[in-house]
């Protein structure tokens, strides 16, 4: 069966170095998306993306932040300069479509650590 | 603003007794609603979801939610645990007033079986 995968598992950084969080979606998928999950709180929806552009971001999502799609199947997440706030789990989703009942995918999710 | 609030953070039960996850939602318009899992090291797993339709929704592993209007819920269900169900089960409503589906997570039950 297809799934997300997402590397690398654990990421530690320090603080103000630029983090580059990796996923691969389901190959016949076309909307992507990003959450995080502090430690004893919410998942929280960061972006979303289609036809290499944003569809939504959260208020979350500032200028630190970036998404790209370097290529047909990869979908990354860029923090430019991180902050010890950063420290969660990313979880990378994918969707075949973008409806509001469509099921998304959900990878493993990256555990990042920021010291 | 549409949210979703899972009553008990952590909820422990016997191998073989019922297994009773309450989520509750807010939503000015008729919701989406999930039910996702997660086993340890994995990702997000869709378990069930309601869009329309039947209130009673049957998911994998022996697993049904009923989505009640009256009272704003979506109660996850299982008549008898398995120590295999022991999980984080995270329930989430899919906003309808944004541009995508981006999914509004509850805070996670985490279900412990006991032998």
């Known amino acids: 069966e297809p799934e997300v995968t997402q590397t690398p598992s654990h990421q530690v950084t320090q603080m103000g170095q630029e983090v580059i969080l990796r996923c691969v979606p389901i190959?016949?998928?076309?909307?992507f998306y990003w959450y995080r999950q502090i430690l004893g709180q919410k998942v929280e929806f960061l972006v979303s993306f289609y036809n290499n552009e944003i569809s939504e971001k959260s208020e979350i999502f500032d200028d630190q932040f970036s998404v790209e799609r370097p290529d047909g199947s990869n979908f990354t997440l860029k923090i430019r300069s991180t902050k010890l706030e950063d420290s969660a789990m990313y979880f990378c989703a994918s969707s075949k479509q973008g409806a509001k009942l469509e099921t998304q995918y959900f990878g493993p999710g990256t555990r990042l650590l920021v010291l | 603003a549409q949210s979703v609030t899972q009553l008990g953070s952590h909820v422990s039960v016997s191998e073989g007794a019922l297994v009773l996850l309450r989520c509750n939602y807010s939503s000015s318009v008729p919701p989406y609603l999930f039910w996702y899992v997660q086993y340890p090291n994995q990702g997000l797993q869709l378990l069930l979801k309601?869009?329309?339709?039947?209130?009673l929704v049957k998911g994998i592993n022996g697993f049904e939610a009923e989505f009640k209007k009256s009272e704003t819920s979506f109660h996850l269900t299982k008549p008898s645990a398995h120590m295999s169900d022991a999980a984080e089960y995270f329930c989430a409503v899919s906003d309808r007033a944004g541009n995508t589906g981006k999914l509004i997570f509850g805070q996670g039950t985490t279900l412990q079986v006991k032998p």
């Open positions: 190959s016949n998928h076309l909307y």
């Open positions: 309601y869009t329309t339709g039947a209130t």
